[in-house]
C-alpha cells in the first residue's frame, strides 16, 4: 500500500493481504536475501503507519508510554495523529499540553476535520472565553469530539457547568482536554483518567509552565 524511507536509517512497508500465509511466506524468503535486513515484520500500529507516512516516528515519552511529543513544525504529522485518534469510537480521553498560541486548539479542529467529526466547544479561550452550561442535543451527539478547555473548566466553572462537564466525562466518546495537569490538579479526575497525553512545543527545549499565564484566566474576564 505504501512504502517510504524513515528517519533515514530503514525502509517502511505498508502491506495488505487476505492471506496471513503470505506475510510468513515473503519474510522467509526475505531473511535469504543477504542484502536485505527485515528489522520488523508485524501487523502495524499507529505509530507505524504514520511513520511511513510522514518519514519519522513519533517522539515517545520513555518512562510514560502514553506521552507523544510534537514541535509546531510539526503540526501536518500531529494533526494526521489526533485524526486516527479521532476515527476511533467509544470512550477515550486525550490531554495536549501547551503554552498559550502554539496551536492547541486548531490542531484539535483540524484532527476533526480530518476523521469527518464534528467538534464541539464545552470550554474554550479560542474566541474570548467559552464556558457553556449546556448543549443542544446535536452538540451532545456521542460521536462528536468534544473540546474542553482544562483551566476554564476549573478556575473559571460554575456549578452548571461543572454539571455538564461531568456527563460528558461518562459519554462514551472522545474528549480533548487542554491543559490536563491543571484539569487534574483542580477536579476530580486523575492522569489514569487519560487514554493518552500529546504535548506541543514552538521548539522541542521550551518548558510548560502553567504559573506563567493562568492567572491571565482571571484578569481576562
Known sequence: MTINGVEGKTRGMLLETDDDEKIRLMGAMLKKVDNITVCALREPKLVDILAVRHGRYIDRDSDDRKTFR?????????????????????????????????????????????????????????LRQTVRSQLSEDEMNPANVFIIDGIVSTIRSNERHYNLLQNIMRMPSTKVIEHPDVFVQESEY????????????????????YDTFTSSYNDDI
Open 190 to 209: 486523575t492522569y489514569d483518567d487519560f487514554d493518552i497525553i500529546v504535548e506541543l512545543r514552538n521548539n522541542p527545549n521550551e518548558e510548560i509552565i
Open 70 to 126: 510534537f514541535t509546531r513544525d510539526e503540526l501536518g504529522l500531529l494533526v494526521d495523529f489526533l485524526g486516527e485518534l479521532f476515527k476511533r469510537s467509544g470512550n477515550q480521553v486525550i490531554g495536549l499540553r501547551g503554552m498559550p498560541r502554539v496551536g492547541k486548539t486548531e490542531s484539535i479542529i483540524a484532527g476533526s476535520v480530518c476523521a469527518m467529526k464534528r467538534w464541539t466547544f464545552v470550554s474554550s479561550t479560542l
